[in-house]
């Protein structure tokens, strides 16, 4: 059997759009921490290595928000920045990225550009296949409509992906949202094995070597 190759996955968007509970989901368990007040810890990216249960393997990567410039002293901001630029460009050299996950937070759409230039257009220069993943949709009959309900605004802002995980990451304790939060596991892991597997057809930074 040929070995398992371990695929790069980089996750950005706003602080408290999720990203954390986005990776827990992915993961199957809690291995990334989601309390709001660890915003100084997150000023530098994460790695959570994830291991499915078909023996999928991906690195992912938290990246800090960066939309909450004003919360940050100007030389955190340059220093997020610079720890952003260096890792992606480790990533182009040293195996490729095979997806960028855009954490979108259902109700704070209109604040999203600055991150997708940042993240898609400067840092990875449109190079790298992207995938958002809108969440907070718990109260969504269907999860899927706030997508179709809302995909002329990514249009109007130019924002392209490939393809969207529209889910929720509430897993309350009545298991009032259990369903959603079943449905939500599969619709990203979904998501992010078929362009991950994809990514290695690209001409984009996947499989650089």
């Not at 449109?126 to 958002?132: H, Q, R, S, Y």
């Not at 924002?159 to 959603?180: E, F, M, P, Q, Y």
Request: charged letters at 20%.
């Amino acid at each position: 059997m040929a070995p398992v190759s371990t695929q790069n996955v980089v996750i950005f968007g706003e602080v408290g759009a999720g990203k954390s509970s986005v990776i827990n989901l992915m993961a199957g368990q809690e291995i990334a921490p989601t309390s709001s007040n660890l915003l100084r810890c997150t000023l530098h990216w994460v790695e959570y290595q994830i291991t499915l249960k078909n023996g999928s393997q991906y690195n992912v990567f938290d990246m800090v928000g960066l939309q909450e410039a004003p919360c940050l002293q100007v030389g955190e901001y340059l220093s997020a920045i610079t720890n952003a630029y260096s890792l992606i460009n480790t990533l182009k050299e040293c195996g490729g990225i095979n997806l960028l996950l855009f954490c979108i937070r259902a109700g704070k759409v209109a604040a999203c550009q600055e991150n997708y230039r940042l993240f898609f257009k400067f840092l990875c220069e449109k190079k790298v296949l992207l995938a958002l993943v809108i969440t907070n949709l718990e109260r969504e009959r269907r999860m899927e409509d706030w997508y179709m309900r809302n995909r002329s605004y990514f249009d109007k802002c130019d924002i392209r992906s490939v393809g969207h995980a529209c889910i929720t990451t509430a897993n309350l304790l009545d298991r009032s949202h259990g369903d959603k939060y079943e449905e939500s596991c599969r619709i990203l892991r979904k998501v992010v094995e078929v362009h991950c597997n994809a990514s290695m057809d690209s001409e984009g930074w996947a499989g650089v070597q």
